[in-house]
């Protein structure tokens, strides 16, 4: 019994985040082109397939080591969806990159707002089949509030610092926009010092708090 309890969350985990993690950046994708940006449409990427959005870093080989190694949250990335971002400020300004940037992030808590609703319907399951939808929703709800929220953690390349930087550039605040442009390429070392820090816990606290009021 404990096998097959064990396999199903599996299974609603690896749904749950590809889900989330794909879904994100499709929208990325979508969002830029209505604004005019073909470039992930041309290539495909907008598709739900999602053998086309697979990074075989952040979609399979990081999610299995933290599942495995007993981590309290389950996360990772897709292959990012290529966009220019010259043509979207051309056709919509810093407001459109604005909203290309945050697009990721509104789905993944739109999405964890949905799943959050649908969760009671199938709090107290009488199946293995409601097991498993109440496990889906519930670990979708805790993937997707995770990834929205280290997402808009203002540390380049995240979509919360390419936020920032496009709002300083449409405030016209030159040397904040200047000063993320010299950090963005040590923006991955940044981001994995904070990780591995104690204060990631303090930038991780909102996730609690957000799953805790959601369901």
């Known amino acids: 019994m404990m096998n097959e309890v064990h396999i199903i969350k599996i299974v609603a985990m690896i749904i749950a985040l590809a889900v989330s993690i794909i879904g994100h950046e499709i929208m ?9 940006d073909n470039t992930a449409k041309n290539l495909g990427r907008l598709k739900i397939n999602p053998l086309v959005h697979i990074d075989p870093v952040g979609t399979i080989i990081l ?5 495995f190694s007993g981590a309290p949250f389950i996360f990772g990335w897709a292959k990012p969806v290529p966009i220019n971002i010259n043509t979207v400020m051309r ?5 459109a990159a604005i909203a290309v940037s945050l697009a990721g992030i509104t ?8 799943c ?3 969760f009671p319907l199938f709090a107290h399951p009488t199946s293995a089949a409601g097991a498993f939808i109440a496990l889906l929703l519930y670990q979708s709800v ?10 808009l953690w203002p540390i380049p390349p ?17 040397s904040f926009a200047q000063f993320y442009d010299k950090i963005y390429s040590y923006g991955m070392l940044i981001l994995v010092a904070v990780l591995f820090t104690p204060l990631s816990d303090y930038l991780f606290q ?9 369901l």
Do not use: C, Q
């Open 28 to 36: 990325h994708g979508w969002v830029a082109y209505k604004y005019g």
């Open 63 to 67: 999610p299995a080591m933290l599942f």
């Open 91 to 95: 056709n919509g300004g810093p407001t």
């Open 107 to 114: 789905y993944n808590f739109a999405l964890a707002a949905l």
């Open 116 to 118: 959050a609703a649908l």
């Open 142 to 151: 805790v993937i997707n509030v995770l990834l929205g929220v280290f997402n």
């Open 158 to 174: 995240l979509d919360g610092a390419n936020a920032l930087r496009y709002l300083a550039e449409g405030m016209h605040w030159r």
């Open 206 to 214: 909102p996730v609690s708090w957000i799953v805790k009021w959601l």
